[in-house]
């Protein structure tokens, strides 16, 4: 099957809704593909809490207090001009999902904002306990059953992007729940896949959030940036087993009750660390990546809880204050079995978010003409460590800006659509054929417990390069073809394709890695502890004859407006 | 603890069988988890869809459970057998896979 638009839209999380919403607004004919459910899968759906955005309503604020929080936090290496569109956009597009009803909780005749870590004032909006990211994608879906010239189509994964003489000019999709194999043809597309952390053994998103955009991106020759830095997120849940539950739940609760971190042997150590961490706020005593430090060396010193992490106890708030805190939240962790007058629950690091991603310009143009990102998708906003409460903003902020330059592109382009630049994918699909493989639901298994181990929030030159021989290992083992069950909906084709993006970004985080020999936010090197200044630049992953290449490129300069 | 997992499988084009799996688990965990072991440990063939990974979040893990229709991440395993079978009033794709997408949502058969 055949399809044309002007712009292709790859990925249905808030950024991708949002830039289908401008695009079309602008006039544009629009494809929203996504691989899961419209609007069901990525990130932006299991997003529990809050939203950072300089509104200035409830507490003076400005857009540029926000960017001095959001430059602080990147450790010196965020594109300051990226930076500054999420704090100055923000408040427009949340006040545009207020006029759309996403239910924003208030305190009288205002937004209620609320304080989050790494902010110097009460910032962060909120729908509800936990049900922050579900109402925004629902309301992004009632904008989109309202909207003309949006085509949505769920499951259908995009294997790469066209290009044709330097130009995107469209995609390869295999459509599941048929298998067919569909050619998209686009004058302007747009990556807005989300991050990564299903490269990791424990992590907070979706199943379907393995790199695939950055995969993308590659093959069609875009620059990829930052890629070593993986935000972790220091206390997801561990144990017991919860469901039915986002493992990262706990966070608003330890906030606001203060949840006490205990180590194996029942002892309080977060001050042993604080120390170590100059933007502690007294409050949260330490950030999410000294936390994330604090939890690994405990365990690894042998201190840890038995799952491998920290306890986190609420034993110290009486009974009614803990209902009133939870809310109805106390009936879902009872019906796990949990009771935290009675117990400790045990908690570890997590892999959260991506602070890397496709190098882009102010228009969300990447390095290849056509090929747009935004989103989690693109680095450089955040630096090396990204503020809480940015993400859901950046998806609105730079989900819009890159569906407004890509119709904008549409519009004065002519399809550069070319069978013969497809050819290779639709080739790569067809040669999918019935055989007996090493069960590659494994080797993901494999892959996430490798990256965990070696290429996780510690580092050293041993461990990285470990990884990369083992990647190499895993790509070769991989093979050239996919194999088939020759049914739809095809479980092997689906583990083969998502292997095949895994293992290139999974390189594209380690290779970087290496080469950075400093410890910065979310990169610690245990053998290069501390920031050095000479590294206070980015690294630039590309893709060069099959093979990541690196090189590097000084920070960019804020333009003068 | 062992689960025994009785699920019902085909496509539309043949005609259903069930096929039995034993999983061993540990109290706490999901139906979901139990398909996943499933895939991992016995046959990776076997088709469903999820997304958010027991967060409840994507609701697209729905199927026949026990004769009831829930969700696969929140519905605990449990010692002896739990029937598993696709959603019966939606068109079925795969195993346990139905298409769930509203049509105009779809590439084909667009409402």
Known sequence: ?561 | MKATLQIKRGTPDTAPHVETFEVDFEAGQSILDGLRAVRHDKDPTLAFRFACINANACKECMMLIDDKIDYACTVKLKEGVTMLAPLPKKALVRDLVTEIAPPNERLHGRG
């Open chain 1, 1 to 561: 099957m055949h399809l044309e638009s002007d712009v292709l839209v790859i990925g249905a999380g808030g950024a991708g809704m949002y830039a289908a919403l401008e695009a079309a607004r602008a006039g544009a004919s629009v494809i929203l593909a996504d691989r899961s459910l419209i609007g069901r899968g990525g990130a932006t759906v299991m997003a529990q809490m809050t939203v950072a955005v300089a509104l200035g309503e409830q507490t003076p604020d400005s857009w540029e207090y926000h960017l001095a929080d959001t430059l602080a936090a990147g450790r010196g290496l965020c594109n300051e001009s990226l930076s500054a569109m999420l704090c100055q956009d923000g408040p427009a597009r949340i006040r545009e999902m207020d006029a759309w009803k996403v239910g924003w909780a208030r305190e009288g005749d205002h937004i209620a904002q609320i304080h989050a870590p790494g902010h110097d004032r009460a910032r962060c909006v909120y729908v509800d306990v936990l049900s922050t990211g579900p109402a925004v994608s629902r309301t992004l879906r009632t904008q989109l059953n309202l909207a003309s010239g949006i085509r949505r189509i769920g499951d259908l994964a995009i294997v790469d992007i066209v290009v044709r003489d330097g130009r995107a000019c469209g995609a390869v999709a295999v459509h599941l729940s048929t298998g067919e194999t569909v050619t998209l043809a686009a004058k302007s597309v747009i990556i807005a896949t989300g991050g990564l952390t299903r490269l990791y053994r424990r992590n907070s998103a979706s199943f379907n959030m393995g790199g695939d955009g950055y995969a993308l991106a590659l093959r069609a020759g875009a620059e990829l940036i930052d890629m070593e830095f993986v935000q972790f997120f220091p206390i997801g849940h561990l144990a017991p087993r919860l469901v039915g539950m986002d493992p990262i739940m706990w966070d608003p609760f330890r906030y606001k009750l203060g949840g006490k971190l205990l180590n194996g042997e029942l002892q309080e150590f977060e001050e042993d660390y604080a120390t170590l961490d100059a933007r502690s706020d007294g409050k949260y005593v330490l950030t999410r990546d000294r936390a994330t430090y604090a939890i690994s060396k405990e365990v690894e010193s042998g201190r840890g809880s038995p799952a491998g992490g920290a306890y986190l106890s609420f034993q110290h708030v009486p009974d009614a204050e803990l209902r009133r805190a939870f809310g109805p939240v106390i009936d879902r962790l009872a019906a796990n079995g949990i009771d935290l007058t009675k117990q400790l629950v045990e908690v570890a690091p997590i892999a959260h978010y991506h602070m890397g991603g496709v190098r882009v310009d102010e228009c969300m143009q990447s390095t290849i003409p056509g090929l747009y990102a935004c989103g989690e998708a693109i680095g450089g906003a955040n630096g090396a460590n990204r503020l809480s409460g940015n993400a859901i903003t950046e998806a609105f902020v730079f989900g819009a800006r890159a569906g407004q330059a890509a119709a904008k592109n549409a519009a004065f382009a002519s399809s550069h659509w070319s069978d013969a630049a497809a050819a290779p994918t639709v080739d790569l699909l067809r040669s999918a054929d019935k055989r007996d493989t090493p069960n590659l639901a494994v080797a993901v298994t494999d892959l996430q417990a490798l990256m965990a181990d070696k290429v996780g929030p510690f580092r050293t030159e041993e461990k990285l390069g470990e990884a990369i021989v083992e990647i190499d290992r895993m790509a070769s083992e991989l093979g050239a073809a996919p194999p088939s069950s020759g049914m739809s909906f095809d479980p092997l084709l689906i583990d083969w394709l998502d292997l095949r993006n895994m293992l290139q970004v999974a390189k594209a985080v380690a290779v970087p890695a290496l080469a950075r020999k400093e410890s910065r936010g979310a990169h610690q090197r245990d053998d290069h502890p501390g920031l050095e200044e000479a590294w206070t630049l980015n690294q630039i992953i590309t893709l060069n004859g099959g093979e990541i290449a690196l090189e590097r490129a000084s920070i960019p300069k804020k333009a003068s407006a």
